[in-house]
């Protein structure tokens, strides 16, 4: 749980503005504001002074009131931050909530993680979501990741690779630098979805971006693209290129693609030795189809052989 803080003293601001919301409200009273219309040019000036004070004075109070709530929240995270330190996680997710009532943001994202997790409280990620749009909707950029994420994978609310996406593009632009490779990702499952509606121009627009900054998903999306010419002109050969570059990142599509490229000769010279080397890469990166492409680059080893003789 990190010690992050939030700056959000504006005193001079609030001021400015009850000062002008007095003297607009003294101005368009006339008077006492009881309908008399007024009690002569002396009576207004004391109606104005009346309204001033009573409305610095009210917001002294208010800004009064949120300088203890602050103070107040930023002492029971501070607390909570101990009481975590020592794995007193029913004690630390108590301190926050009451600091993330009081608004603090860093104690919402904090108390939504507790909830999202079940940690020192009963598990609840639709609670959690709610925690999370709370300190969003002060701008907070961690909140936009943690929504990002409750959106990618489903927790507490319906996944939505669209909203997912919109939300890791504002912790992005925020400085939330994880949110880059998060943002490609969920550009794959928009593309897939795009794939499934046949708008595979809509598709490549999305993957090819993040292709070219590293994503490996996406490279192997866009290779098959280009090896099967869905939404783009077909070229075996660059396809081959990006598998290599998503092989290179041990994604077990690509070095299945491999694979299948060696074996049929798709933008590579045919070298079933070659092909089966892939396979079995494959196959120990977990991917169990693998096995049959294996038994079946075998016996094709084995008739050639059989053939030669």
């Not at 005193?11 to 009881?34: H, I, N, P, V």
């Not at 996680?89 to 108390?111: C, H, K, M, T, V």
């Not at 494959?282 to 030669?308: C, F, H, P, T």
Request: with cysteine.
């Amino acid at each position: 749980m990190e010690r992050n803080r939030m700056n959000a003293d504006a005193t001079d601001a609030e001021q400015a503005k009850t000062a002008e919301t007095a003297e607009t409200a003294a101005r368009s009273a006339g008077g006492c504001g009881c309908g008399c219309g007024g009690l002569g040019k002396g009576s207004n000036k004391l109606v104005i002074a009346i309204w001033v004070v009573f409305l610095l004075g009210f917001a002294c109070v208010l800004m009064y009131t949120r300088s203890n709530g602050r103070a107040e929240s930023e002492k029971l995270l501070n607390d909570a931050y101990a009481l975590y330190e020592k794995q007193d996680f029913a004690g630390a997710a108590d301190l926050l909530r009451r600091s993330a009532e009081l608004g603090n943001p860093w104690a919402q994202i904090y108390y939504g993680g507790c909830l999202k997790n079940g940690s020192g409280v009963a598990a609840d990620p639709a609670a959690a979501v709610e925690w999370y749009r709370k300190a969003a909707a002060q701008d907070n950029s961690v909140a936009y990741y943690e929504l990002a994420v409750c959106y990618e994978y489903g927790q507490g609310v319906a996944p939505s690779p669209d909203e997912a996406f919109a939300w890791y593009k504002k912790a992005l632009d925020g400085g939330i630098g994880e949110a880059q490779m998060a943002l490609w990702r969920v550009a794959v499952a928009k593309a897939n979805d795009l794939f499934a509606h046949q708008r595979y121009r809509e598709a490549v627009e999305l993957l090819k971006p993040a292709a070219e900054e590293g994503c490996a998903e996406a490279q192997a999306c866009f290779a098959a693209c280009l090896m099967n010419a869905s939404g783009v002109n077909p070229d075996p050969f660059a396809a081959v290129e990006w598998y290599r570059k998503a092989a290179a990142q041990n994604n077990p599509t690509a070095i299945y693609s491999l694979g299948v490229c060696y074996e049929n000769g798709e933008g590579v010279d045919r070298n079933l030795d070659t092909a089966l080397e892939w396979y079995r890469k494959a196959l120990a990166a977990g991917l169990e189809d693998a096995q049959s492409a294996i038994i079946r680059v075998e016996k094709l080893q084995a008739q050639n052989e059989a053939g030669s003789d």
